[in-house]
């Protein structure tokens, strides 16, 4: 299983986004080659070169109202092709926090940790393999300390050593030439604007926010709720975190190898939808 991950918006109080997106697109390794032919051959189709275009040239008013049918064929031609294999996505919504977040040093930030616990719990209750995690790259110190905490919070905490179907071995590649990768940026994309229009709380009012409940809603019906065993307790696959950027796991990292199964343990500091 590959897992895609890219971020829409950045959960800083002097980013302009309101709702930042952490999302993940899940994809079975043997989908890669056809699901990559598909892409190359709808931006040949549609744009005639293979230049990335990211999201926020794509997921905008303009799209619809300055008549970009080029940008929308492709918006609604990636969605598409994701819909038609057997893939999942996961997202964690954010609110724009109001001070500057503080993450303990090597820790995993909080919406990191609740994505990976997604995946996680995706891949046990579907019995498959090993799940790599493929980021979008942003520079390489950030990457680095992201890369960092994902390897410590699955080998220093109890909770992480507990995950047996995320890779320790984060990758960084770059969207412009790994093309699955692209599917993430234009869904975080349409995600962020699907929130921060307050589609979830109002209907749809102008051409744009119908065209963003009609992708939206494609990209929802491949998620999967996790129900967790014993604790009677349901965790969404699209998940808002709001402002609680708290850490939810212990701080103390733990060397001890006497782990238990954690999975059906309910962490009451994880805020569902």
Not at 129 to 145: C, S, T
Not at 158 to 173: A, D, T, Y
């Amino acid at each position: 299983m590959l897992t895609f991950i890219d971020e829409s918006g950045y959960p800083r109080p002097t980013d302009s986004t309101k709702n930042p997106i952490l999302l993940g697109v899940c994809i079975h390794e043997n989908d890669i080659k056809p699901i990559t032919n598909q892409i190359y051959k709808l931006k040949d189709s549609i744009y005639g070169k293979q230049d990335e275009i990211k999201s926020t040239k794509l997921i905008r008013e303009a799209t619809i109202t300055k008549n970009r049918t080029n940008n929308k064929a492709y918006v609604e031609g990636m969605v598409d092709i994701i819909t038609s294999y057997d893939a999942a996505i996961f997202a964690v919504i954010m609110d724009k926090p109001d001070e500057p977040i503080i993450v303990p040093e090597h820790h995993l930030p909080k919406q990191y940790y609740l994505l990976l616990k997604k995946v996680e719990f995706y891949c046990n209750h579907h019995h498959y393999g090993k799940a790599m995690m493929i980021f979008d790259e942003v520079h390489e110190d950030a990457d680095r300390k992201i890369a960092e905490a994902i390897t410590g919070f699955l080998f220093k905490t109890k909770f992480g050593r507990s995950f047996h179907h995320i890779l320790e071995m984060p990758l960084f590649v770059s969207s412009a030439v790994t093309p699955a990768v692209q599917f993430a940026d234009i869904f975080a994309g349409i995600v962020r604007h699907y929130y921060e229009n307050e589609l979830d709380q109002k209907e749809p009012e102008t051409e744009f926010q119908e065209w963003l409940v009609e992708l939206f809603t494609k990209l929802h019906n491949l998620t999967e709720n996790n129900f967790i065993p014993k604790s009677h307790y349901l965790e969404y696959g699209f998940q808002k975190m709001g402002k609680n950027f708290s850490y939810p796991v212990s701080e103390k990292f733990t060397t001890s190898d006497n782990d238990e199964n954690l999975l059906s343990e309910e962490f009451s500091n994880d805020l569902s939808e």
